[in-house]
């Protein structure tokens, strides 16, 4: 299991990632910087992964109620094919398929 940790994306700044971290569960290969979709009670949200590989001892509570990230997040920016891309889990710059991490 891997779990993650992220800082959401800020309302005031597209391009800033502020508060405390919050842990996820990853269903993806993921690296610190990557921006992902992550539920949140409030529906879909956007954060920063900040670490990777994160010990269930240090999260504080059971894993069992981590929810979890199963997708890159889109950025509004993209032209129509690198959405469609990203959406078929296609590597951007290799455009070879992203593989899921199993566990």
């Known amino acids: 299991m891997n779990i993650v940790a992220v800082k959401f994306q800020s309302k005031q700044k597209e391009d800033e990632?502020?508060?405390?971290?919050?842990?996820?569960?990853?269903?993806?290969?993921?690296?610190?910087?990557?921006?992902v979709s992550v539920p949140t009670k409030n529906g879909t949200g956007t954060a920063k992964v900040t670490?990777?590989?994160?010990?269930d001892s240090e999260i504080g509570i059971d894993v069992k109620l981590l929810k979890t990230i199963t997708a890159l997040a889109i950025p509004a920016k993209l032209?129509?094919?690198?959405k469609a891309d990203m959406e078929n889990n296609i590597n951007l710059e290799t455009k070879q398929p992203i593989s899921a991490i199993t566990f």
């Open 79 to 82: 032209d129509k094919k690198a």
């Open 17 to 35: 990632f502020t508060g405390r971290e919050y842990s996820y569960i990853a269903d993806i290969l993921l690296r610190v910087g990557d921006i």
């Open 51 to 55: 670490r990777t590989n994160i010990k």
